[in-house]
């Protein structure tokens, strides 16, 4: 049972340029969210999906889009990558918002 | 907005103490959850806190929530090294910020 999958595990990227995170689960949970995390500051909701062709902002948005086509999938995209953005990114997914969570391995980006 | 507060944030304890971390959250939900997560690693679910009151225990950890206060607690229990790790408490989608335990000879 593999859960929660995210890939690649690490990238560096240039200021600028653009890439894709890939979340992937086969719980067949509804809910899926994008967290970032930095030191200090915990886990902060970046966006989250209800279910196949809904998604939201969470609390630190800009930067990111998302999309959700399938229940299984949640990419997130970088649209032009800052050095800001340089974190661990995790991918989750849920039964409901008040389900427990399920952690991929998480994406440590840096941006140069 | 929800928002979850841990507190402390850093804490350094000697094996064999007890000590207690506090998670304050702003709404009314009924659930909450403990997390760890190991160095470099995910986070793992600890507990499940599902109603007022709950407590839930797992070898020298215990939880517990009071939904009417908004807070719940996590007690450690004769630490051990093991345990050095962060916990993380949640709500709905929200984290709390991380407590960081260190646990020293």
């Known amino acids: 049972n593999a859960g929660v999958t995210q890939t690649p595990k690490f990238q560096v990227l240039k200021t600028g340029q653009s890439m894709t995170l890939q979340c992937a689960q086969d719980?067949?949970?509804?809910?899926m969210s994008w967290y970032r995390q930095d030191p200090g500051m915990g886990l902060r909701l970046i966006h989250y999906s209800v279910g196949a062709g809904i998604t939201d902002q969470g609390e630190v948005p800009n930067g990111y889009n998302v999309s959700r086509s399938t229940t299984e999938d949640f990419p997130l995209r970088l649209l032009s990558a800052a050095p800001s953005q340089t974190s661990v990114y995790f991918c989750?997914?849920?039964?409901?918002?008040?389900?427990?969570?399920?952690f991929g391995q998480g994406t440590r980006l840096t941006v140069v | 907005e929800l928002k979850v507060e841990q507190n402390p944030l850093f804490l350094s304890m000697q094996e064999g103490k007890n000590y207690t971390i506090y998670c304050n959250y702003s709404t009314t939900s009924d659930r909450l959850y403990w997390y760890r997560q190991d160095p470099g690693k995910s986070l793992e679910s600890l507990f499940v806190l599902l109603s007022n009151g709950a407590v839930k225990q797992e070898g020298r950890l215990m939880a517990s929530l009071d939904t009417k206060a908004r807070l719940s607690t996590l007690h450690i229990t004769a630490a051990v090294h093991d345990l050095s790790a962060t916990y993380f408490c949640?709500?709905?989608?929200?984290f709390g910020a991380g407590t960081r335990l260190t646990v020293k000879p």
């Open positions: 719980m067949n949970h509804e809910y």
């Open positions: 989750a997914s849920r039964v409901s918002p008040a389900f427990q969570a399920f």
């Open positions: 949640g709500c709905d989608m929200r």
